[in-house]
């Protein structure tokens, strides 16, 4: 068999995996790139092989980085079966239309530059309608059920532990009269995550592709995390100001509520702020999947039950409130009142959460509380690194409020985490393809794989072939992706740095400018800056 790695190959989003073997061709995950302008416009490529030839999607799990370019492989021709648990199915349900929208809608706004400016209009990655219709491609499997792809092709969906639904998936394919073991991780979940089981050990593996978001980072002990959780949130309120958590709608939405439920249990007199302040869930696409997680009980780990057969909701508790229209979203940011805001998307770049950071990040007494992992690129990411300023909706906006992370919240396993999900191998794989992280995680995890475990690891690159089989693995010369995609990249790249470098020098030459500075000094700099304004002009003419 072959297994092209298109995603997530030296990034952590865009899962995507392309296996062939001699009598079936299918994909493991489907993701959408996220963060810096570069990797969305990967979004838009051609897929490097005909979808109507491939018989299978295998969906680890709901996140639009594992199953976003679904609906655009429908469109351009796919009508096989996606396979997926049935929490993966019905989250899918709610979160692909919902995505359909936005490219709708982020469409409509390009368009609307556009045709000031004289162009032609360009298309929407994909509609809502597409990703309703592909939705009837979905078929549901119950984890720990073996089940017949091929009569030389045997798939197993095992629990990840990362969100509802999530799977590890077990791969079996027979080819010239031996069979090997692939194993792919999907997303791998903390231990002790709220509400979901811990991560499947699997015992055996030929070879191996795995996570590593976290690979080179220790969250902080789960005790510490539920006490700074809280005392966040009481200092907030004492200030006067608002918590606003960015979130994931799907998982740590869920999760967070679950723990806050947790404390209401346990209140003591420490909590009283806490409780008297109103939180809110503002995202329609959280309350939704919310009533998914409230029907899918038996992805539900032991102290999650206990609850249930108690009589208790895990789900819910007094104070929580869902926002539905955009109307009661709004006015959250005219209330006086101190709250906690729940709201998507996680990591800042689209969704209702730009109008809460848009009201709080000003206000040196509200809090923005990271509970998951933030790419680069990303509005969340730049945040977490120190931004003094940053523009939402063209507007400039000051950042003066206390900006916290709290990784123990994550849904993704963190260094130790995956390390003692790799040792319970009773059969060691004979490779481990180290994908889904940034480029200096995926080095440190590498060589602690390497180190603890003495297997050989491989980095692979976007487009890199490996044939594998019973004699091990050979890496492809030849790449799928052409190299001018790659070139293509390389210049919205520098475009990307130049963006930022412009950002912060004309920060700085206005403070300058600001100063007592010569009348001829102030020329010399006119001068220069119309050069490079002439130059620059020049080349987005070519361009056009």
Partial sequence: MKITFLGAAKTVTGSCYFIETSSCKMLVDCG???????????????????????????????HIDHSGRIPKLYVDGFKG?????????????????????????????????????????????????????CLKLFRSVKYDEMRNLTEDIRVRFRDAGHILGSSIIELWIREKGSEIKV??????????????????????????????????????????????????INETIDRGGNVVIPSFAVGRTQEVIYDLNKKREKYDA?????????????SPLATSATEVFRRNLDCYDEEAREYIENGDNPLDFPGLRFTKTPEESKALNEKKESMVIISASGMCDAGRIKHHLKHNLWRSESTILFVGYQAEGTLGRRLLDGAKTVKIFGEEISVNARIEMLEGLSGHADKEGLMSWLQGFKKK???????HGEENVMAD???????????????PERGQSFVIGARGAMDEAEKLIPDVSFKRLAVIDILETLKEEFDFLSDEIINDLKQDKEDEEVDKLRARLKKLESEILDVLKQMG
């Fill in 429 to 435: 794989p004979e490779k481990v393809f180290i994908v």
């Fill in 81 to 133: 079966e996606i396979i997926a648990t049935k929490a993966t199915k019905e989250l899918c349900e709610i979160m692909l239309p919902d995505s359909g929208y936005i490219q709708e809608s982020e469409a409509e706004w390009k368009n609307r530059k556009r045709q000031r400016a004289g162009k032609p209009p360009v298309k929407p990655l994909y509609t809502y309608k597409d990703a309703v219709d």
């Fill in 32 to 62: 959408m790139f996220q963060g810096s302008s570069k990797e969305e416009t990967l979004n838009e490529e051609d897929f490097p092989f005909n979808p109507s030839e491939l018989n299978y999607v295998l969906l680890t799990h709901a």
């Fill in 445 to 459: 995890f590498s060589e602690a794989v390497k180190e603890n475990l003495g297997v050989e690891t491989v980095i």
């Fill in 183 to 232: 194993v792919f991780s999907g997303d791998l979940g903390n231990k002790n995550i709220p509400i979901l089981r811990d991560p499947t050990i699997i015992e055996d593996a030929d070879y191996l592709v795995i996570e590593s978001t976290y690979g080179n980072k220790v969250h902080g002990k789960s005790k510490d995390r539920v006490e700074d959780f809280v005392n966040i």
């Fill in 270 to 282: 420490r909590y009283d702020k806490f409780f008297n302040a109103p939180v809110y869930v503002d």
